[in-house]
């Protein structure tokens, strides 16, 4: 039986290495979209320290660890599922990590970013493995902002295959400061592969931005943009947020989960003719 449920979309402010204060704000945006009855929240990638960030190394944390227990007193604290990237120490390897948190502050999924962008390849180890966790709000499949490029498409394709009822990445989406987004606009990079995806196996997909400057690293002086978006089930555009360095807000989104259809190589087969 289809199924509606309330996803908080969190296009929050994040400053290089500013994680108290990246973390404040992630907690006001989280009380937030609750009180509109968000069930379940999204925040952007590497949201502790920013995207690229060259001190990732130092600064990284691990999981379970500072970071990851205040998102999970987030998660309790609000009565919501919670999915938020972070920057992740384990040993010697930096990940570029986002966790799904429950309402009880269980940690029930870790994904590793996989496709790690030309130029911080020093910055952050990729990820080995996908998975999809059951949940009372459906099967929730997570990856991060690049793993979803048209060119990494079998990781999506991958998600929905594990039975993954909905997809949720963190992103942080930034470009060049001389970008005209009336002449040249942001975007399409990401609605060609969320539709396909969406459309192909009747889930949402959904991608959460940051907003702010990269100040440090490889791609210092790029702007993020936030102009997250979401596709709902029937492959439809949902919604887009505001674009702009300055464009933080929080938006309760209702969209539709299908009931499981096709598994295995039936769904396989299903799919392969549409492609």
């Given at each position: 039986?289809?199924?509606?449920?309330?996803?908080?979309?969190?296009?929050?402010?994040v400053?290089?290495s500013?994680?108290?204060?990246?973390?404040?704000?992630?907690?006001?945006?989280?009380?937030?979209?609750?009180?509109?009855?968000?069930?379940?929240?999204?925040?952007?990638?590497?949201?502790?320290?920013?995207?690229?960030?060259?001190?990732?190394?130092?600064?990284?944390?691990p999981?379970?660890?500072p970071?990851?227990?205040?998102?999970?007193?987030?998660?309790?604290?609000?009565?919501?599922?919670?999915?938020?990237?972070?920057?992740?120490?384990?040993?010697?390897?930096?990940?570029?990590?986002?966790?799904?948190?429950?309402?009880?502050?269980?940690l029930?999924?870790?994904h590793?970013?996989?496709?790690?962008?030309?130029?911080v390849?020093?910055?952050?180890?990729?990820?080995?493995?996908?998975?999809?966790?059951?949940t009372?709000?459906?099967?929730?499949?997570?990856?991060?902002?690049?793993?979803?490029?048209v060119?990494?498409?079998?990781?999506?394709?991958?998600?929905?295959?594990?039975?993954?009822?909905?997809?949720?990445?963190?992103?942080?989406?930034?470009?060049?400061?001389?970008?005209?987004?009336?002449?040249?606009?942001?975007?399409?990079?990401?609605?060609?592969?969320?539709?396909?995806?969406s459309?192909?196996?009747?889930?949402?997909?959904?991608?959460?931005?940051?907003?702010?400057?990269?100040?440090?690293?490889?791609?210092?002086g790029?702007?993020?943009?936030?102009?997250?978006?979401?596709?709902?089930?029937?492959?439809?555009?949902?919604?887009?947020?505001?674009?702009?360095?300055?464009?933080?807000?929080?938006?309760?989104?209702?969209?539709?989960?299908?009931?499981?259809?096709?598994?295995?190589?039936?769904?396989?087969?299903?799919?392969?003719?549409?492609?």
């Amino acid at each position: 039986m289809n199924r509606k449920i309330k996803v908080g979309m969190l296009q929050i402010r994040v400053d290089f290495s500013d994680a108290s204060g990246n973390l404040a704000r992630a907690a006001a945006a989280v009380k937030k979209a609750a009180t509109a009855g968000a069930e379940i929240c999204v925040l952007p990638e590497a949201m502790d320290l920013g995207w690229a960030n060259p001190e990732a190394a130092e600064l990284a944390t691990p999981v379970p660890g500072p970071v990851s227990v205040l998102l999970s007193a987030m998660a309790v604290k609000n009565h919501v599922w919670l999915v938020s990237g972070m920057t992740e120490k384990d040993g010697d390897d930096v990940y570029n990590t986002a966790l799904l948190i429950s309402p009880q502050g269980v940690l029930m999924a870790k994904h590793r970013k996989i496709n790690i962008l030309t130029g911080v390849e020093d910055v952050y180890t990729p990820g080995d493995r996908l998975q999809t966790v059951k949940t009372p709000l459906g099967r929730i499949g997570i990856d991060i902002c690049a793993d979803n490029f048209v060119t990494s498409l079998p990781l999506g394709h991958a998600l929905a295959r594990m039975g993954a009822e909905i997809i949720l990445s963190p992103c942080a989406w930034a470009v060049t400061p001389e970008r005209d987004p009336v002449t040249d606009p942001y975007g399409a990079e990401w609605h060609e592969p969320y539709s396909l995806l969406s459309g192909l196996y009747h889930i949402p997909v959904i991608g959460v931005s940051n907003v702010g400057q990269v100040t440090a690293g490889t791609w210092k002086g790029w702007k993020a943009i936030g102009n997250s978006i979401a596709y709902d089930s029937d492959g439809t555009l949902k919604t887009v947020l505001p674009y702009g360095e300055d464009a933080a807000c929080v938006q309760v989104i209702e969209v539709t989960l299908q009931a499981p259809g096709k598994t295995g190589t039936a769904l396989s087969e299903a799919v392969s003719e549409k492609i």
